[in-house]
């Protein structure tokens, strides 16, 4: 079956470490996103990227980092220097197509938690 | 302002009781928009996408207006199993660059 994969499901850090989070897609997609969500908050936009090998800032992208070598991996990396990293983490993508035939699809998320 | 606004309820219905819920969105530019259910600690999953003459998909039904920049969401004959938040979602600066509503929490009860 197609669709996103993020992993861990859990993660934990102690304060000051970096971590990476996965998110691999075989839905032949070239959008690919990452999102934050806080409780009780909506979805905001870290990163994201429309094609190989390029990507662009969304609001919260301090403090993180990402790369897209292949068209299915978009890995996250939360740095030392997010200030409140401990946060639900959504990756999704969507098709290269004229919205509105193109709604994102989510991973089922990664839950990080900082101490 | 936010780009996209949420009442967060919650809502508590009865089953079998009509509710809707509003989104609008500050951004007269944005061209696509989307309602998606999550559940409690669960990803959001895409409910409908929301076209200019109003689509219906069973008991769910969106509606866009944008003269008043919003679109709406009515779901009928509610059951407990539509116990979810509801966030909305438009675009913004570009295909598929969604911008989401902090949601809207359903309670239905028996």
């Known amino acids: 079956d197609g669709g996103i994969t993020q992993s861990p499901k859990y993660l934990f850090r102690k304060e000051g470490q970096n971590v990476t989070l996965s998110c691999e897609q075989n839905?032949?997609?070239?959008?690919m996103y990452w999102y934050r969500q806080d409780p009780g908050q909506g979805l905001r936009l870290i990163y994201y990227s429309q094609i190989v090998n390029d990507f662009q800032k969304g609001d919260i992208a301090e403090g993180y980092s990402v790369s897209r070598e292949k068209k299915e991996s978009f890995p996250l990396t939360v740095t030392s220097a997010q200030k409140n990293p401990t946060a639900f983490y959504l990756c999704?993508?969507?098709?290269?197509?004229?919205?509105?035939?193109?709604?994102?699809?989510f991973g089922n998320g990664t839950r990080l938690t900082v101490t | 302002r936010k780009e996209v606004e949420q009442d967060p309820g919650p809502f508590n219905v009865p089953e079998g009781a009509t509710v809707a819920f509003n989104c609008t969105y500050s951004?007269?530019?944005?061209?696509?928009f989307f309602w998606y259910r999550q559940d409690c600690r669960k990803e959001p999953k895409l409910l409908m996408s929301?076209?200019?003459s109003g689509n219906e998909d069973g008991r769910f039904t969106a509606q866009l207006n944008r003269a008043s920049q919003y679109i709406s969401l009515l779901i009928r004959d509610s059951k407990l199993s539509d116990s979810a938040t509801y966030l909305c979602?438009?675009?913004?600066?570009?295909?598929?660059?969604?911008?989401f509503g902090a949601g809207t929490r359903l309670a239905v009860h028996p």
């Open positions: 929301v076209y200019s």
């Open positions: 951004n007269s530019a944005s061209q696509s």
């Open positions: 979602a438009g675009s913004s600066g570009g295909y598929n660059k969604l911008i």
């Open positions: 839905l032949n997609h070239d959008a």
């Open positions: 999704a993508s969507s098709g290269r197509v004229p919205p509105p035939d193109s709604p994102l699809h």
